[in-house]
């Protein structure tokens, strides 16, 4: 695919034209559904490590293998949507969760959670490939399309923020196989709206095999690369199991790209990377997604173990990010085509950043209040520049790609949220270490010996707030540097005609 090389669409039919909201309010639903579950599992793990009597580095496997899979199986699922059907492939990623769902519930030990929570990442993997590629068939206006995919790009974003505020109320006032049993009816309610409102679409027919072996090649690496990522601040970033994650990933790596050069139908068609636009975009994404998961994966912690916040009170904090990335996302779709999509990402980004380094004056003393605006503020930038970022990779994508082009989005957003949680894990225990020997060489006990205990602790106390504060300032640093680079992104020149994109450079 050359970067003036654009698909025509067919026009809409009728009950397309009547339907479209319909049909994005359903992915909407599943995208919501799936996104929260991760973060609403992390509430209930200290319940798990109680119930199943386990310690909190094998509860960690619970949330561990779910990411795996997910990660693993998104690029599998977004070439078969493209290839077999969407909506079919939607389907079967539904009816799975929801299975997977109600067997978490059920879970009666370590192993027994794990497994099922593998085949729950394995179904959900299957959702964002498939829905971005949904929106993109269902919506033909350019200008209409733009708007569907910014509302579901801050929905997607939304549904790690409600993760606390649905959680907290259900571990709170029942126990921790509640946060799997509502996955069941809500999971009944999304099936049943897609049965109902989506159209069966598939890309160009195709006469190669699926690519297993590309496939598998790519599985591994991912596998490995995404367990290091996770474990590695466990294991030492420099152990055995550390160096034999990152051989394993470059080794397999290779092979994948070596596969996919001589497929005839590749799993991930790398040609796709020849458009800058679509390179540079995800590049783009990468930074600023892993400067902001790095940095905000810490204030449930901060909220809950210095200000003293209960899970539901922690969950409240983030309503108004909530509100404002909607709000924004929808402002930013509807400004596709009208601002230059990287003016925009550069102006949001930059306020993300902003929003971000607030929390580097982070203090055990501040009110529910001091978080709550600081997020508002991150988020509503980050809204808009997500919803610029999807639409720019739908448009240059040609729609019979379309599935495996969001399948490399979701997978780049995982990976560098990965990416932003192993190093701020690592930046904040060497800055903590860093800053107790420095906070105690410029402290006196004035008082007497009883006070030592007392001493100590308020020294660690500091030592682990300054730690903080500069895991904050990192990461406000990486989202600059990504809003700064956001202008280096090739912006199509487009013309509209009844609706439809007829020339781009």
């Not at 508002?376 to 639409?391: D, E, H, I, P, Y």
């Amino acid at each position: 695919m050359t970067e003036t090389q654009i698909a025509t669409i067919p026009a809409p039919s009728a009950r397309e034209n009547k339907m479209r909201w319909w049909v994005l309010i359903t992915v909407i639903f599943g995208t919501f559904l799936g996104g929260m579950d991760q973060t609403v599992v992390g509430l209930a793990l200290p319940k798990m490590i109680s119930a199943f009597s386990i310690s909190v580095s094998d509860a960690a496997w619970i949330s561990t293998a779910y990411i795996l899979a997910a990660a693993v199986f998104v690029p599998i699922w977004g070439k078969l949507g493209d290839t077999a059907g969407r909506k079919k492939i939607y389907l079967i990623g539904f009816i799975g969760f929801t299975v997977a769902s109600g067997l978490c519930a059920l879970a009666w030990n370590l192993s027994s959670m794990i497994v099922f929570r593998v085949i729950q990442g394995l179904a959900v993997s299957a959702d964002y490939p498939t829905a971005m590629a949904i929106i993109a068939f269902t919506f033909k206006d350019l200008k209409e399309r733009a708007q569907a995919l910014g509302i579901w790009s801050g929905a997607f974003a939304m549904s790690a923020v409600f993760g606390p505020l649905v959680g907290g109320p259900l571990i709170d006032n029942f126990n921790w196989r509640m946060v799997f049993i509502i996955n069941i009816p809500l999971g009944i309610i999304g099936l049943l709206l897609a049965i109902f409102f989506i159209d069966e679409s598939v890309g160009e027919a195709r006469e190669a095999h699926f690519d297993w072996w590309g496939s598998g090649a790519l599985a591994t690496a991912l596998f490995s690369l995404v367990l290091v990522l996770d474990r590695g601040q466990t294991w030492g970033w420099s152990s055995t199991a550390s160096i034999i994650s990152y051989i394993t990933t470059i080794v397999f790596g290779i092979i994948f790209v070596l596969i996919e050069q001589r497929t005839a139908e590749p799993v991930v068609d790398l040609r796709l990377f020849k458009n800058s636009t679509f390179t540079n975009t995800l590049s783009n994404n990468f930074v600023v997604f892993m400067g902001m998961m790095g940095s905000m994966f810490l204030i449930p912690v901060f909220a809950e173990t210095y200000l003293g916040y209960g899970a539901t009170k922690t969950g409240y904090l983030f309503i108004p990010m909530a509100a404002a990335m909607m709000m924004a996302a929808i402002i930013g779709g509807r400004l596709v085509g009208k601002i230059r999509a990287n003016y925009i990402i550069f102006a949001s980004t930059l306020v993300a950043a902003f929003g971000i380094s607030i929390f580097s004056a982070i203090d055990a003393r501040m009110t529910a209040w001091d978080l709550m605006w600081p997020l508002a503020l991150m988020a509503f930038g980050m809204g808009f520049g997500m919803s610029q970022r999807t639409s720019l990779v739908a448009l240059v994508t040609p729609p019979d790609k379309t599935g495996e082009a969001s399948a490399i989005l979701a997978l780049v957003r995982n990976i560098a949220g990965a990416f932003g949680t192993a190093l701020s894990a690592t930046i904040l225990d060497n800055a903590v270490n860093a800053a107790v020997l420095r906070v105690a060489e410029n402290s006196a006990l004035q008082g007497a010996a009883s006070m030592t205990e007392a001493f100590v602790g308020l020294i660690i106390l500091k030592a682990q707030i300054v730690g903080y504060a500069t895991v904050f300032r990192t990461s406000a640093i990486v989202v600059a540097i990504g809003a700064v680079g956001a202008l280096w992104i090739k912006i199509p020149k487009q013309r509209l005609a009844s609706g439809e994109l007829v020339d781009a450079d």
